[in-house]
């Protein structure tokens, strides 16, 4: 079976070189284990912290190890009273086209209630990251704004259509002229911006929020919050979810010019990892489910094709190649 390991730790903007693809045996099950066949792997920016060995909330990958992330496979062969053969499942594992995984490490869906994908983009951490960062710190309420960074992706797309559901204004921040177009015309944004192509990205959003902002469901940081946190209204909110704009930065890097703006403004920023909100999956996924199933949320995939191409959609989120969730199919469902 084919599998991928880091092969050296990026030093700014990661390439190639950082991974290996090699043939490895298939690994054989121990007792209460699940052979896996994959299905999906889920490529995802906080993978790039991983990449470095540095301290974080979850440890780095380790060097000449396979690579982990979010898999949705089909059960093979089960020593595990939980799982049999057939069942699809979802859990954290290695990037490999079969993994032996702990019967705890994994949890069963189904591919009847929704598509097998939605389990790593809406209805998984993506998400729940939109949600519980939108519910929790971003609070929208009736009539307000909300401006969402990086607003084409899986988490922001599903972040702006949180606030819309909670009565917002919601104008959304993305890299491309597709993107912008699908957040307005698909995802029922009431604006959205490009902040490649606008000459003055401040102006602009000036512009689309002419009662200021409420909420900034910020998904990269950088100049795009430098150009949002003047307009923020009084005791507004900031769900940090991400800073994406940094993730690749080697050397120091100066971060915007918002803290006058934070007192001005008495804003409440609040930097949240989504399984802080571990006790509350269950009852985030309902909703999200529920409001897929009566059509009040949409979503996008952006799906490459293939095991060996999962370095390529994994570097190709650091140049917004992927509109909605960035995947890799590998096998037949
Ligand atoms: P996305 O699907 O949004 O993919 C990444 C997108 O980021 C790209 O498509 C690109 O879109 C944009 N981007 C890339 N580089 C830059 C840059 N330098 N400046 C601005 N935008 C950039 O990924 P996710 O939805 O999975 O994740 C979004 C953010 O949320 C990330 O920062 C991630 O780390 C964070 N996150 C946080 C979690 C938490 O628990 N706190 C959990 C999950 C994600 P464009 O074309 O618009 O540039």
Redesign the pocket.
């Known amino acids: 079976q084919k599998r991928i390991l880091l092969h050296k730790r990026p030093e700014g903007m990661p390439g190639h070189e950082h991974f290996k693809l090699e043939d490895g045996p298939i690994p054989s099950i121990k007792h209460n284990q699940v052979l896996v066949r994959t299905i999906y792997v889920s490529v995802?920016?906080?993978m790039r912290g991983r990449m470095e060995d540095t301290k974080s909330y979850v440890p780095p990958f380790k060097l000449g190890e396979v690579i982990d992330g979010g898999i949705v496979g089909k059960v093979v062969s089960s020593t595990s009273t939980r799982f049999s053969e057939g069942d699809y499942v979802t859990g954290h594992l290695g990037w490999q086209e079969y993994n032996a995984a702990d019967e705890h490490n994994l949890r069963k869906i189904d591919p009847d209630s929704a598509p097998l994908t939605a389990y790593l983009g809406t209805l998984g951490?993506?998400g729940l990251?939109a949600y519980f960062?939108m519910t929790k710190i971003g609070l929208p309420k009736e009539g307000e704004t909300a401006v969402v960074?990086?607003a084409?992706?899986?988490?922001?797309m599903i972040a702006g259509q949180i606030a819309k559901l909670h009565g917002a204004r919601v104008i959304g921040i993305?890299?491309?002229d597709e993107?912008t177009r699908y957040l307005t015309e698909t995802a029922g944004f009431d604006k959205a911006v490009n902040?490649?192509t606008e000459k003055n990205l401040h102006q602009s959003l000036k512009e689309a929020c002419p009662e200021g902002i409420d909420v900034y469901f910020d998904?990269?940081g950088?100049t795009?919050s430098e150009a949002v946190y003047p307009l923020m209204n009084d005791f507004g909110r900031i769900p940090q979810?991400?800073?994406?704009?940094s993730y690749n930065k080697s050397g120091d890097d100066y971060g915007p010019r918002i803290h006058p703006f934070i007192v001005k403004s008495r804003l409440r920023v609040q930097g949240?990892?989504?399984?802080d909100y571990a006790d509350e999956f269950q009852t985030g996924a309902q909703k999200l489910g529920t409001w897929l199933q009566e059509g009040r949320l949409v979503y996008e995939e952006t799906i490459n094709e293939g095991f060996d191409s999962i370095p390529d959609a994994f570097l190709g989120?650091?140049?917004?190649?992927?509109l909605?969730?960035?995947l890799i199919k590998v096998s037949d469902e």
């Open positions: 995802d920016p906080y951490m993506p990251t960062g960074s990086g084409a992706g899986a988490v922001g993305a890299g491309t993107k902040y490649k998904n990269t950088g795009i979810c991400g800073a994406i704009s949240f990892i989504v399984s989120l650091f140049e917004g190649k992927n909605g969730k960035q």
